[in-house]
């Protein structure tokens, strides 16, 4: 009896440590304040409404950075995925309140000593961290994840930017997320497309191109990457198959950095 008690107790544990973060306050901001454009290839944030649920804002931010580090390190993988974007993306809103309500872009929120994604101002994981900190260091420097796609899903609030999804990346559903999230980026013919023989893409697999070539899926060169996304790219077989064997150019679009505010 005894030992049924404590393997009940034990699974108990391990079901509690590796549940979803509840991340439903954060979940209900973004379904009421992010609009999708072009059927969720872009969205447009309405910052002023946003405001208004500002304390909402700041108790989840709050609550994320109750989360002590020897707690998050017992979570599976997709739900410390799923709680970093999260982090990333709502602590990026909150920079954005914290300017002036006719801000033009994210970048005017720094100084030419130092940019606004390197300002430590969101206390997460027992520490107080800058933007640049949770990315760089706690997602992509950590050496835990090794996913490309999170670069369609962390939202830097510019119209360059992948998409801020109107809903809360959770682990359950982290895996189809990410999928959707980088599809309809490719897809986004303002941001990729095929122009004559040169596949123009956006500066983030420029910027961070080394990711999307430590051999995720399989994949150890950017061509090779994006020759998974044929469809969303809008490529047939040939130039697929062109594309992978070196026979398109990659050039790499501007990036517009205007805020993604919703007019």
């Not at 002590?68 to 920079?95: H, S």
């Not at 830097?156 to 309809?184: I, K, M, N, Y």
């Not at 697929?240 to 990659?250: D, E, F, P, R, Y």
Request: with cysteine.
């Amino acid at each position: 009896m005894k030992t049924l008690l404590l393997a009940g107790l034990m699974l108990s544990i391990t079901c509690l440590a590796h549940a979803d973060f509840d991340h439903s306050t954060w979940d209900g901001l973004l379904k009421k304040h992010v609009t999708s454009l072009r059927g969720g290839q872009a969205t447009q944030v309405n910052y002023q409404a946003f405001r208004v649920d500002q304390v909402q804002l700041k108790r989840y931010l709050q609550a994320l950075g109750q989360v002590k580090p020897a707690e998050f390190d017992r979570w599976a993988k997709p739900e410390q995925l799923a709680f970093l974007i999260n982090a990333y993306n709502a602590a990026t809103v909150d920079l954005v309140l914290s300017g002036d309500a006719k801000l033009k872009s994210i970048k005017d929120l720094g100084s030419i000593f130092r940019s606004p994604w390197k300002k430590d101002f969101v206390t997460l994981l027992g520490q107080t961290r800058s933007l640049d900190n949770i990315e760089h260091d706690l997602i992509r420097g950590s050496g835990r994840y090794n996913e490309p796609r999170i670069h369609f899903a962390v939202n830097c609030a510019s119209v360059g930017c992948p998409a801020l999804r109107s809903e809360a990346f959770v682990a359950s559903r982290l895996e189809g997320q990410l999928e959707d999230s980088t599809r309809l980026f490719l897809a986004d013919q303002t941001r990729n497309r095929l122009d004559g023989n040169t596949l123009k893409v956006s500066s983030i697999f420029k910027w961070y191109r080394e990711d999307f070539e430590r051999n995720w899926r399989g994949a150890s060169s950017l061509p090779q990457f994006l020759g998974a996304y044929s469809t969303p790219l809008g490529l047939d077989a040939k130039q697929t198959q062109a594309l992978k064997q070196g026979q398109i150019n990659v050039a790499f679009l501007p990036y517009d950095w205007n805020l993604n505010r919703k007019p």
